[in-house]
């Protein structure tokens, strides 16, 4: 299998976020595997630019590897979905991580420093203005997921749910619906449109700073060459 260079991968990310070609488009052109042009992606949206920079020897703990593990098995998300909620580098570590699981041989990695762990014990109950708050500083602020996260003193997790639930329906999304006999959240027509613009903004602002961003990489690598 071919490697690439860790700019070959950020030009690759570029061109999917910024230019939106698809992702079969992009792998045809650089002889690459489609799934490898997610993966990069994938990976760039969780850990930053310094990704294809960093060695792939992360340390996790055995509670995070089985957190990881249980959420996947249970079906609540995909194994990318998996890798992002838990910051997990690569899709084949969780793979490896099922088989051991499965065998009953999952431990934690060794000489592990403290890295790795995911905060799941930071869920709260919010209020749906202080989601739509926190959803809109993320969209905003250019931060990563856990910055965010942590700033506002909820699990990553949480706020990961709330950006993709934004993203699939909305102000709507951001409802909390649970339980029979709770009354949903509710908003007027205007508060939810004002919300709704408020996050529009947000968005257009850190596809702006995403832009600038990857503009700026590309100035320093001509510079370099």
Known sequence: MKKY?????LDAVRRRLVNHESFTAIAASMQANKKSIM??????????????????????????KV????YYLSGRGSLADTCRIFEIYADWQLR????????????????????GTVMTGKRRKTSLDERIRIVEDYLSSGATYVEVAE????????????VQKYNKNGVDGLID??????????MTE????????RILKAKLERKELENIFLKKVDEIERRRS
């Open 5 to 9: 260079t860790s700019q070959e991968k």
């Open 39 to 64: 993966e990069w992606v994938r990976q760039y949206e969780c850990f930053g630019l310094t990704v294809f920079e960093r060695t792939n020897n992360n340390h996790y703990a055995l509670e995070t």
């Open 67 to 70: 957190n990881a593990v249980e």
């Open 96 to 115: 490896d991580w099922i088989k051991q699981y499965n065998s009953h041989n999952l431990r934690a990695s060794p000489s592990r420093s403290g890295k």
């Open 151 to 162: 700033k506002h003193d909820v699990s990553y997790q949480q706020l990961y749910q709330w």
């Open 177 to 186: 619906r649970r339980g029979q006999s709770k009354r949903p959240e509710e």
């Open 190 to 197: 205007v508060e939810k449109l004002q919300a709704e613009n």
